[in-house]
């Protein structure tokens, strides 16, 4: 960490971390490279008057990388670094980072010959940047994504591990089965949240494809009933005691509720034949997005809530305040769309207000979701 001087006055800053799935099922985020030193960054810029802050960092990755996605409007976390200037004294600046989930990598964009873009597995990134606060982040990230055949796969599993005889050990440290097969079935439903909740960050963009995106969302719910109706029965079936066949059945519940939530939604939208949304519902479907990942980030942690206990409550945490943060999104939303429509269109208001309703909705279920965990780490860590 450089010296603050202080007649240097600290610069803020904007940034993304793009991230998506490569076609064999992996994990990528993207880095570029500085136009002056070479070195291995985000694509960052300053803060742009007139837009939001997650909307600057979504410029800059369309600006620097060509990217186009869905930003959370709620930072991941900050670095900092000495930015050089022309006299060569270095200023310090601070560095807010907005997840961004892509959806699609131009074939041009305006510094595309001034930049180097690669995509790399999170733990590489973050052997490749030189700021301590953004080497944590980037090793720590770790969004899982649904990706086709993956409840095919989970079918498979359950249906051998059924065949065989369980080992009965305490449930999240003793009761569950090690090796059985509710874990695997937390993760997928958790993925197929994700999965949705990218659909639906997609369905509130408009354009051509909203029937695709609907869809889309259809049939992950329907997907993630499959699931939880496997994990009833399976409940039912393996020797657990009745508190923590609770604690099952409220978790993998409080997900689907997330789901069906987001399913809810898709249907309003194709009912009302909705095209067009105001930017905070687009807002509050950035941040479901982020939720949905955070939740899927989880649930591989569940196998081990001893030793996994800090990070559990760090992204809880985070949830939640991804929660009163969609709180003071769906209000201020639904402010201005009454002043904009309860007059001029009472039925555009009420249909709005609905939308906002089922957004607001989704964001409670994945704190529900953030509860539950809290309580498996508060009783079993």
């Not at 994990?27 to 007139?50: A, F, Q």
Request: aromatic share 8%; net charge negative.
């Amino acid at each position: 960490m450089w010296p603050i001087k202080p007649e240097f006055r600290i610069i803020r800053q904007i940034a993304v971390l793009p991230y998506r799935t490569n076609d064999v099922g992996n994990i990528e985020v993207m880095l570029i490279t500085s136009r002056d030193t070479k070195r291995w960054v985000l694509p960052k810029g300053n803060r742009i008057k007139g837009l939001k802050n997650h909307e600057a960092a979504s410029h800059e990755a369309y600006e620097e990388a060509g990217l186009v996605g869905i930003a959370c409007p709620f930072p991941i976390g900050s670095y900092q670094y000495g930015k050089g200037r022309k006299d060569g004294s270095i200023r310090p600046t601070v560095v807010d980072i907005f997840p961004f989930s892509v959806t699609a990598q131009l074939d041009d964009w305006p510094e595309k010959d001034e930049r180097e873009v690669r995509w790399f597995a999170p733990s590489d990134a973050a052997n490749l940047v030189d700021e301590t606060d953004l080497k944590e982040i980037l090793s720590t990230f770790t969004p899982p994504v649904w990706s086709p055949g993956l409840t095919e796969r989970l079918v498979t599993a359950t249906r051998r591990h059924s065949a065989e005889r369980f080992t009965i050990v305490r449930w999240f440290q003793a009761l569950l089965p090690k090796q059985g097969s509710f874990f695997e079935q937390f993760e997928a439903h958790a993925a197929l949240n994700v999965a949705a909740a990218d659909a639906l960050a997609q369905l509130l963009q408009g354009g051509p494809d909203m029937a695709t995106h609907s869809q889309a969302i259809f049939d992950r719910e329907d997907e993630a009933d499959g699931i939880i109706r496997d994990v009833l029965v399976d409940v039912r079936k393996t020797l657990i005691t009745p508190f923590d066949r609770t604690a099952i059945t409220s978790l993998i519940g409080s997900m689907d509720d997330a789901i069906d939530q987001m399913n809810q939604t898709a249907k309003a939208i194709t009912l009302y034949e909705l095209r067009e949304f105001e930017p905070q519902m687009r807002d509050m479907a950035g941040l479901i997005v982020e939720a949905a990942r955070i939740t899927a980030d989880a649930m591989p942690l569940l196998r081990d809530v001893g030793r996994n206990a800090a990070r559990l409550h760090s992204l809880t945490e985070r949830i939640v305040k991804l929660e009163g943060h969609a709180d003071e999104i769906h209000d201020s939303g639904l402010k201005a769309l009454f002043k904009a429509k309860s007059d001029k269109s009472p039925m555009a208001f009420i249909i709005g207000r609905e939308i906002y309703s089922h957004l607001e909705k989704i964001t409670d279920r994945f704190e529900d979701v953030a509860n539950e965990i809290q309580g498996l780490v508060l009783d079993h860590a």
